[in-house]
Nanobody, 120 residues
Framework: QVQLVESGGGLVQAGDSLRLSCAAS??????MGWFRQAPGKEREFVAA????????YSSDSVKGRFTISRDNGKNTVYLQMNSLKPEDTAVYYC???????????????WGQGTQVTVSS
């Protein structure tokens, strides 16, 4: 049975940092990614990484502040988030699949989500 379990969310102040983790079990994946969804908004792509470590990020809103990485030995993907802003507040979801891509429909498995709240 495949499972993705996220951890690391929480309530922080603007400018703080958080590191999200997503541990996969049941199989390994070519691509793992992070998405987020704020209240009343659509799910938004944040970043994705391939097995070999090739990375794509979303728009300039997170580039330079967020870093995605993975530990293939632990079957875990991470999202290091620095200089957090109130607009980063959302539920963050881990996703896994065969194609590293911003389109969420290409990911087969999803975690339950972890809340990140950034206060001003």
């Amino acid at each position: 049975q495949v499972q993705l379990v996220e951890s690391g969310g929480g309530l922080v102040q603007a400018g703080d940092s958080l590191r999200l983790s997503c541990a996969a079990s049941g199989r390994t994946f070519s691509a793992m990614g992070w998405f987020r969804q704020a209240p009343g908004k659509e799910r938004e792509f944040v970043a994705a990484i391939s097995w070999s470590g090739s990375i794509i990020y979303s728009s300039d809103s997170v580039k330079g502040r967020f870093t995605i990485s993975r530990d293939n030995g632990k079957n875990t993907v991470y999202l290091q988030m620095n200089s957090l802003k109130p607009e980063d507040t959302a539920v963050y979801y881990c996703a896994a699949g065969d194609v590293r891509h911003p389109n969420p429909s290409l990911y087969t498995y999803w975690g339950q989500g972890t809340q990140v709240t950034v206060s001003s």
